[in-house]
């Protein structure tokens, strides 16, 4: 039987976070940087564990003006710090009552990161000296999953359902045309096929090779919850078990 770990972007205001969390194994929660604020954060965090799903930080540039998404000249040292930063956050409002799991940058972050040694590094530095037990979850082939190799933390190569690849594995840029996958049946065709056979048809047209542990459904998409119903209705149908973050990278 073929495994997946389904995971969702929270706690950034958007709509659907109470009906989706039921549905998926790990949850990505904004730490107040990029989207969200404390009682967001506590919101969230309460909502994961009363449904058993995995709590993760989803640390991202403090630049809330442009949700995250623009790229910043910042240094290895600032990254360090904004992911130290956030993982506290998250973890003071978690406390004694749950537990962090995994890591996941946000937008800029996560694409810069991607390409950029440098900052890939900084990301991995920051865990290890916040919990070096901690999972960093990254796009499948970038520099953060070589740098979690490299310094021998735990990682997760994360896929995307929603998202377009450019041929050397990268995501679209959402501010060219057909970045965003929108029609349902078409994301969950192409996570199916990730799934069992490590494969993805790029932007141009070509298939790359692909790791798959966890698939991202963005919770701020206005199909995010349809995407994530559909997602576990194709799972059952085509026997693809869904699992915690632990288990999918076993």
Do not use: W
Request: include cysteine; charge should be negative; hydrophobic fraction near 40%.
């Amino acid at each position: 039987m073929y495994k997946i770990n389904l995971n969702c972007d929270l706690g950034e205001g958007a709509a659907y976070d109470e009906q989706i969390i039921p549905l998926i194994n790990s949850a990505n929660i904004a730490c107040g940087f990029h989207a969200g604020n404390h009682d967001m954060m506590e919101a969230t965090a309460k909502l994961c564990i009363d449904n058993n799903v995995d709590i993760g930080a989803h640390p991202g540039y403090p630049d809330k003006e442009n949700f995250g998404r623009t790229n910043l000249d910042v240094t290895p040292k600032q990254v360090y710090d904004y992911t130290l930063a956030q993982l506290e956050a998250l973890g003071n409002v978690v406390g004694s009552t749950g537990k962090i799991v995994h890591i996941k940058p946000h937008g800029a972050m996560y694409n810069q990161a991607a390409k950029n040694k440098e900052l890939a590094d900084a990301i991995v530095d920051a865990i290890i000296d916040y919990d070096k037990d901690l999972i960093l979850m990254a796009l499948s082939g970038s520099q953060m999953i070589k740098s979690a190799k490299e310094k021998k933390i735990r990682y997760a190569s994360e896929v995307f359902a929603d998202r377009a690849y450019e041929a050397d594995g990268s995501l679209r840029a959402r501010s060219l045309e057909n970045s965003m996958i929108t029609d349902e049946n078409l994301a969950v065709e192409r996570v199916i096929k990730m799934v069992q056979t490590g494969k993805v048809v790029a932007y141009t047209g070509e298939e790359i090779n692909i790791e798959a542990h966890s698939v991202c459904v963005h919770g701020d998409s206005e199909k995010a919850l349809v995407f994530v119903k559909k997602l576990n209705e194709a799972f059952r149908k085509n026997n693809i078990e869904t699992v915690s973050l632990i288990e999918a990278i076993k």
